[in-house]
């Protein structure tokens, strides 16, 4: 019988979530519904739902938005060629991409520009992956496995540098780091890793609490690539782990000998998310719910300079 919950600390939304969610809103506060955007503006059912029912249209390509509309390009970053489709159909874009995800277009762009071919470690098909791949398609070669890396194959004198899609598990990336290094002695690393500095750290509160809980609840949709980590990080330390999108999708038998749960959120999932599961258990007779451990995450971004410069606007004009 559960005796005790316990919140992982830092959990839920980053800096790159809140700018890109808080662009949406001021979008719709500034020109009314509907405000377009391209693909899921984060990757979370509830904060799309919610986006939704104040006007936002979430469309899978700017080629779907109405010319001369407003789209706002998600937090995940988008290719040249769909910033090229957006001038083209006369849009007015708000990019809300991430600014860390940005950082590492810059760099691909770069080294591709420096002549150097580009291995981008990720998962095929995640959003990211894909704007990242758009920036030099002739010069980006993906890879998501140790395997892979062993399947390389590049003429002599291919000078090679990688990049890493920002979301995930730190463990998996460092093997296949590794196995780059090891198999390309000369290859180019960034000065900086790729990993946004969120998925590390919920990362990190994840395997700090794992030696005092029995099973570990994570909050966050199934196309969330960091929530997806945090229950491979559970499981690898040996602990049982569930993805739910919120408290409807807990289920009773799976704590048949568990007295501790932890609980913690992708950087996409919403708090309310979170006590809604404290709820859930509170219901069952469950008081003792506490945090883990407070960390504190002060990194702050800024909303897009587009949106930044039209409210100035809106502000001077009332």
Not at 61 to 80: D, L, R
Not at 98 to 116: D, I
Not at 236 to 262: K, P, R
Request: glycine share 6%; proline share 4%.
């Amino acid at each position: 019988m559960v005796k005790k919950v316990l919140l992982a600390s830092p959990r839920g939304y980053c800096a790159g979530v809140e700018r890109a969610v808080e662009t949406v809103e001021k979008a719709l506060d500034l020109y009314g519904a509907p405000v377009y955007v391209r693909k899921q503006i984060v990757h979370n059912l509830h904060v799309v739902r919610d986006l939704e029912a104040r006007g936002a249209i979430f469309v899978d390509e700017a080629t779907e938005v109405p010319e001369g509309q407003t789209v706002v390009f998600s937090a995940h970053g988008v290719s040249p060629a769909v910033r090229a489709s957006a001038v083209e159909r006369q849009l007015q874009t708000i990019d809300a991409t991430c600014p860390l995800v940005t950082k590492v277009h810059v760099q691909a762009r770069r080294y591709a520009n420096e002549g150097y071919t580009v291995v981008l470690i990720g998962h095929a098909d995640h959003e990211e992956v894909v704007g990242t791949m758009g920036e030099a398609p002739d010069a980006i070669v993906l890879v998501e496995s140790v395997e892979d890396v062993d399947r390389l194959l590049f003429p002599e004198g291919t000078r090679l540098a990688y990049v890493t899609q920002t979301t995930l598990s730190i463990d998996e990336t460092k093997e296949i780091i590794t196995a780059l290094r090891d198999r390309f002695p000369d290859i180019h690393a960034p000065k900086k890793e790729d990993i946004c500095y969120a998925t590390s750290n919920r990362q990190w509160a994840v395997k700090e609490m794992l030696g005092e809980v029995d099973l570990l609840l994570v909050i966050g949709s199934r196309n969330s690539s960091n929530s997806n980590r945090l229950v491979e990080v559970a499981r690898a330390g040996g602990v049982a782990s569930y993805l739910i999108d919120d408290a409807t999708e807990i289920d009773e038998s799976w704590f048949g000998g568990v007295e501790v749960v932890g609980v913690t959120s992708g950087a996409s999932a919403p708090e309310r998310l979170v006590q809604g599961a404290c709820d859930w258990f509170r219901a069952r007779g469950v008081t003792d719910i506490e945090p883990y451990r407070l960390v504190d995450e002060d990194v702050e971004f800024r909303l897009p300079v587009e949106l930044r410069r039209e409210l100035a606007l809106a502000e001077a004009q009332s």
